[in-house]
């Protein structure tokens, strides 16, 4: 009886997805096919109404909840917090440091993690940041990029956001292998796991509430203003901020020229 009613939805899922394919234009259309290739988005109906959704959800919730986070948080508890959930992160930063052949990189997170987690009280100071050890962050979806699977389609997920195949494989990987994650769900703390992604999600709609507002109103698409900024934002991170990709090499051969699985 599972299995039928899993396959049921597996062919109910598929049947949604399909109907929402964005029609692709014909052949003899040139400037729409450009258009469509470009935007890499077949399941853009879908998406859009995923994204209204979602704006509504923001609009009701989430923002009101920043925006009170904000007024009656002083800066001090925030920068706090956010020290701490940053902290907790290093483990997987460090994990994707090893995996895209990053051994300085996986050096500083190691070493950020270990003096905040003890001279920053269990992070909730920067400790590492103010003796110079400066922060990055990296996740499976970088390195799946690094190691060269392309992104897929762009996706706009329930409540989480923009996205594409490769990053919300990438996502799965990290909420389910994060080492922390791993040691909560083994404490059985399955409340505290879930409550770091949601308290992570409330800081960074903080620590954007006013690009975001920028956006909406000078933007006549927000939908495409967001896919675009979100692929952006995700070369600048895979290249770890450097935006220079004029020669266009792959990502894999240039990480990985000497080292073999």
């Not at 939805?9 to 096919?33: G, N, V």
């Not at 998406?47 to 959704?53: E, L, T, W």
């Not at 954007?208 to 692929?231: G, H, K, Q, V, W």
Request: aromatic content about 14%.
């Amino acid at each position: 009886m599972i299995k039928t009613l899993s396959k049921f939805c597996l062919i109910c899922i598929a049947a949604i997805f399909i109907s929402a394919c964005a029609k692709k234009p014909p052949q003899s259309d040139i400037e729409a096919r450009l258009h469509y290739e470009e935007a890499n988005d077949p399941l853009e109906p879908m998406n859009r109404q995923i994204f209204a959704v979602n704006m509504f959800f923001d609009d009701a919730i989430v923002e009101p909840t920043a925006r009170l986070y904000r007024m009656w948080g002083p800066p001090d508890i925030r920068d706090g917090i956010s020290n701490f959930v940053t902290n907790w992160r290093e483990p997987v930063t460090f994990v994707n440091d090893a995996l895209q052949a990053q051994p300085k990189r996986a050096g500083i997170s190691v070493s950020r993690f270990l003096i905040n987690s003890t001279f920053g009280l269990l992070g909730l100071f920067d400790t590492a940041d103010r003796w110079g050890i400066e922060g990055h962050d990296e996740d499976f979806g970088e390195t799946f990029a690094v190691w060269g699977i392309p992104e897929g389609p762009f996706l706009m997920l329930p409540l989480l956001g923009p996205s594409n195949a490769r990053d919300f494989s990438g996502f799965i990987v990290d909420f389910f292998y994060d080492p922390v994650s791993l040691w909560l769900s083994h404490r059985n703390w399955t409340y505290v796991r879930y409550g770091r992604l949601a308290l992570r999600g409330l800081i960074y709609r903080e620590e954007n509430l006013e690009t975001l507002d920028d956006l909406s109103r000078s933007s006549t698409d927000l939908y495409a203003t967001m896919r675009s900024s979100y692929r952006q934002l995700r070369l600048y991170q895979i290249n770890n901020g450097d935006l220079d990709t004029s020669e266009e090499d792959d990502l894999f051969d240039e990480e990985f020229d000497d080292f073999e699985f």
